[in-house]
């Protein structure tokens, strides 16, 4: 089963639009990590969250940590070609571990068309 | 400049030849990682090291076997064994403690096993 439910699996929006990206969690969330992948390429840290009702912001992309429902979004203001890509959450569910291990979403596929 | 690099970006190989994957990295991070991935899924983990000489298995370890001799170099081989070889293969590291460490990626392997 899938601990980490990434939605919508795919997302085409106009240049210009705004944006958002859900991950759910069926376990408890001790840090919620998202990363971008342009295909076939390596992934890119956006930001990292890990405190209850957390919000952090990088240029035009904001994620949110909701602790009780277990939930991150990830918001895109005034999309451009740039923002398109794969977009993953990571989950890290093992409190206090030194290894940081993270459990993936299956990731959103936004296209931004002109 | 510090990073992960993973070499070849393209690797053809026939059936039932063993073949190795390399992963570097100069960021000096004691944790590594080995993912793959198939279209439409997330991240799956091979193998981790926490340290050197000392490695475990995750979720999808059958197959394939890694070596961690240097802190720098963390090779994953893929052997005979593997039944659905033909993947992305992405290696990260990260460093170790539970601080609000990313994992950095390498820019991935792309291996087609025919």
């Known amino acids: 089963s899938q601990e980490l439910e990434q939605s919508p699996q795919s997302l085409i929006v106009q240049e210009g639009k705004n944006l958002t990206i859900n991950c759910t969690s069926s376990?408890?969330?001790?840090?919620l990590y998202w990363y971008k992948q342009k295909y076939g390429e390596g992934l890119i840290f956006l930001m990292m969250?890990?405190?209850?009702?957390e919000e952090k912001s990088h240029e035009k992309i904001t994620a949110k940590l909701d602790e009780k429902k277990q939930q991150s979004s990830l918001h895109i203001t005034a999309s451009q070609p740039s923002h398109a890509g794969i977009y993953l959450c990571g989950a890290l569910h093992d409190r206090g571990s030194t290894l940081g291990r993270l459990y993936f979403g299956r990731g959103t596929q936004l296209t931004v068309w002109p | 400049d510090g990073g992960i690099t993973q070499s070849p970006k393209y690797l053809f190989r026939k059936e039932g030849q063993n073949v190795t994957l390399s992963c570097e990295q100069n960021l000096n991070h004691d944790a590594m990682y080995w993912y793959r991935q198939d279209p439409g899924q997330g991240l799956r983990l091979i193998y981790y090291s926490q340290i050197v000489n000392d490695f475990q298995k995750g979720d999808i370890a059958e197959g394939y076997s890694v070596s961690r001799e240097k802190k720098e170099s963390f090779p994953l081989t893929v052997t005979s064994a593997q039944k659905n070889p033909t993947a992305f293969y992405l290696c990260?590291?990260?460093?170790?403690?539970?601080?609000?460490?990313?994992?950095?990626f390498g820019p991935g392997t792309r291996l087609t096993v025919t």
């Open positions: 376990k408890t969330l001790y840090g």
């Open positions: 969250l890990q405190k209850g009702g």
């Open positions: 990260a590291s990260r460093a170790t403690g539970t601080g609000p460490y990313e994992q950095y």
